[in-house]
């Protein structure tokens, strides 16, 4: 399984940002069952769950996330998306993807005026 982030960059507080995860190498059967996640990591700071989304659809946030972030997944092209609004400078982060055990190589966020 490989996991292929994009769609990081720079955007003033209050923009939006949309990330994507393309999961390769694994069978339909094996990606709808499998919870698959959004982590982030500012400098100096632990990794930290952003939003993750389980089999069946149900999604959970972190409490900063909660309002602002939506997350999605697409079985047809095996990708998760975070939809990221109302971007603050503490968002400023590396954003990893992550599924069965495996990280992605992180997209650098960068929330500045």
């Known amino acids: 399984v490989q996991l292929q982030a994009s769609g990081g960059g720079s955007v003033q507080p209050g923009g939006s940002l949309r990330l994507s995860c393309r999961i390769s190498?694994?069978?339909?059967?094996?990606?709808?069952?499998?919870?698959m996640g959004w982590y982030r990591q500012a400098p100096g700071k632990e990794r930290e769950l952003v939003a993750r989304?389980?089999?069946?659809?149900?999604?959970e946030y972190a409490e900063f996330a909660k309002d602002r972030f939506a997350i999605s997944r697409d079985n047809a092209k095996r990708t998760v998306n975070l939809q990221m609004n109302s971007l603050k400078p503490e968002d400023t982060a590396v954003y990893y993807c992550?599924?069965?055990?495996?990280w992605g190589q992180g997209t650098l966020v960068t929330v500045s005026s």
């Open positions: 992550h599924f069965l055990n495996v």
């Open positions: 989304i389980i089999s069946g659809g149900t999604t």
């Open positions: 190498g694994s069978i339909l059967s094996v990606f709808t069952a499998n919870s």
